[in-house]
């Protein structure tokens, strides 16, 4: 065991002796049944000794870090917020650096976790696009901005909220942690959950990332906190806490809108992050090689993913060769042990759900294109393999689409259904992404410059949205996440965490003013001037 991360409030590590282990995802596959027994019993203190298997534990924190963690964020906020805005930003390119020469380990710390090594990679580059030099000097002039009108310097700023408390997934929670903390350079105090069912690469990003580049600032003890524990008591500690200013949760839509009036209700700022529903629109003369390509990252991470397309809208024109040709991709992605190059499935731990979503699409009157199946490790087909095979339906019209649930909501499983409208209206598509109750990305796939030009103009779902692109890739100055709808709840939108966590404040210092000139001298201009 290589591993071993205490909780951190206040600038301290804080163990309370009772761990969570984490068994390398590779160790799993091979024997389950072993492997969780081995977590099993070193987490119930039956045994001392870790076999290489286990790859490091976490502590786990009782009510009172969970409290002293708020209590320590309240205390360094309002010195950290007062702090100039250059040293913030210095932070976030602190992180990049960090990021960039400790890469390598953190993708092995989320391999071990079990996220395919392409995905660690793709996740990790992603984390450098959010710190990017661009990303930043954006960001930055959306947090200060000034500018001197007459005898007045007149300033629009954001202002740090204060307290932030960050629910990460888990699915990818680490790289979600690291999203979370942006917070910190508008100013604000963090302090984050760590998950039980993966907490190592959490506290592993948090501990070796950003701790060393705070302290590189000089930031005051207690400006970032975190630990693991569980997460009911946990967020209505955060809920119930005076000293909690927003709540970042992501996770479920029923639990997310649930949090959000209750944050309400006791004067805290919901930010949500929920579940997508992605839709991407093949027009007919779209470049169908890289069309098929982006529709294929549907399948990665087996689905669970929650920025991937969830649903295809084919224009009839190419809808059978878009059919087939995605058959064909969708059959050369495959399961394997995360370590391994060119595997991009992971296991799926609720596989019921998925053939109860497709046995619903097919009562409605989808067709099975391609999959279906249980698979193992190797690939083989079985009845009780972890994997699932990438699977693509067809579902003709939009009337009997809106029938699917595979359609209506995000499924979270390899599982893509491609849609055929009756007719060959633009205006329809467009109307069919738009009534989307989810909005976190959409794409267009389309060579005719009248229909992307449309398509951008009319299309308000969604907080990104991409043409011919890769519809997970991230960018640079764009976000990275956050929508609209069932994506964001009420106040959904672009996620730039920075600014989500502050608030808008226009300050006007004045030289030689005569107040009595300020309020009436204007008018009086304007009258002498006729």
Not at 293 to 300: C, H, K, P, W
Request: charged residues 20%; hydrophobic residues 45%; glycine residues 8%.
């Amino acid at each position: 065991m290589t591993l071993t991360h205490a909780s951190f409030v206040g600038g301290t590590d804080v163990d309370s002796g009772r761990y969570l282990y984490t068994v390398a995802a590779r160790s799993v596959l091979t024997d389950v049944f072993a492997s969780l027994t081995l977590k099993r019993r070193l987490e119930q203190g039956i045994e001392d000794v870790a076999t290489e298997d286990v790859v490091g534990r976490v502590s786990v924190a009782d009510a009172s870090t969970v409290a002293a963690a708020t209590k320590a964020a309240a205390a360094a906020a309002p010195a950290w917020a007062a702090t100039p805005l250059g040293t913030r930003l210095r932070l976030g390119e602190l992180i990049r650096d960090r990021l960039r020469h400790g890469h390598s380990e953190l993708v092995d710390v989320l391999v071990a976790e079990g996220s395919p090594v392409a995905l660690a990679r793709w996740q990790v580059a992603g984390l450098l696009e959010l710190f990017s030099e661009e990303t930043l000097s954006y960001c930055a002039t959306q947090l200060h901005r000034s500018l001197t009108v007459g005898p007045r310097t007149l300033t629009v700023r954001r202002v740090a909220d204060g307290v932030v408390c960050v629910n990460p997934p888990q699915n990818a929670p680490a790289a979600s942690a690291l999203f979370g903390v942006t917070p910190l350079i508008s100013g604000n105090a963090v302090v984050v959950r760590a998950p039980r069912s993966a907490p190592l690469g959490v506290m592993h990003a948090l501990r070796e990332l950003v701790v060393p580049a705070l302290s590189q600032v000089d930031a005051p003890a207690g400006v970032l906190n975190f630990f693991c524990a569980r997460p009911g008591p946990t967020l209505t500690a955060w809920l119930e806490s005076p000293d909690v200013d927003d709540i970042f949760f992501t996770g479920d839509v029923e639990r997310g809108l649930e949090l959000e009036r209750e944050c309400v209700a006791r004067g805290k700022k919901p930010i949500l992050e929920l579940a997508g529903n992605d839709c991407v629109v093949v027009w007919a003369d779209a470049d169908l090689d890289g069309a098929v390509e982006a529709l294929t990252e549907s399948f990665y991470g087996s689905g669970q993913i929650c920025m991937v397309p969830n649903q295809v809208v084919a224009h009839p024109a190419v809808a059978d060769e878009l059919c087939e040709r995605l058959s064909r991709a969708a059959r050369e992605i495959r399961p394997g042990y995360p370590d391994e190059e060119d595997v991009l499935l992971s296991p799926v731990l609720r596989s019921e759900r998925f053939f109860a979503h497709i046995r619903d699409a097919l009562n409605h009157g989808a067709t099975l294109v391609t999959g279906a199946r249980r698979l193992e490790v190797d690939g083989a087909p079985s009845d009780t393999g972890p994997f699932l095979e990438p699977t693509v339906l067809r579902v003709d019209g939009f009337a009997r689409a809106r029938e699917v649930r595979a359609v209506r909501s995000e499924t979270f499983f390899p599982l893509l259904p491609v849609i055929v409208p009756e007719t060959d209206r633009l205006g329809d598509m467009i109307d069919h992404v738009n009534a989307n109750p989810y909005g976190l990305r959409n794409s267009l796939w389309a060579n005719d410059a009248r229909v992307i030009d449309e398509f951008t103009a009319r299309v308000g779902n969604g907080g990104v949205l991409k043409i011919n692109d890769s519809h997970i890739g991230f960018l640079p100055y764009l976000p990275t996440h956050g929508g609209t709808g069932l994506t964001g709840g009420a106040f959904g939108e672009a996620n730039y965490p920075m600014l989500r966590s502050s608030h808008l404040q226009g300050v006007s210092r004045a030289h030689g003013v005569r107040p009595r000139d300020a309020v009436f001298g204007a008018y009086r201009k304007l009258v002498e001037g006729d």
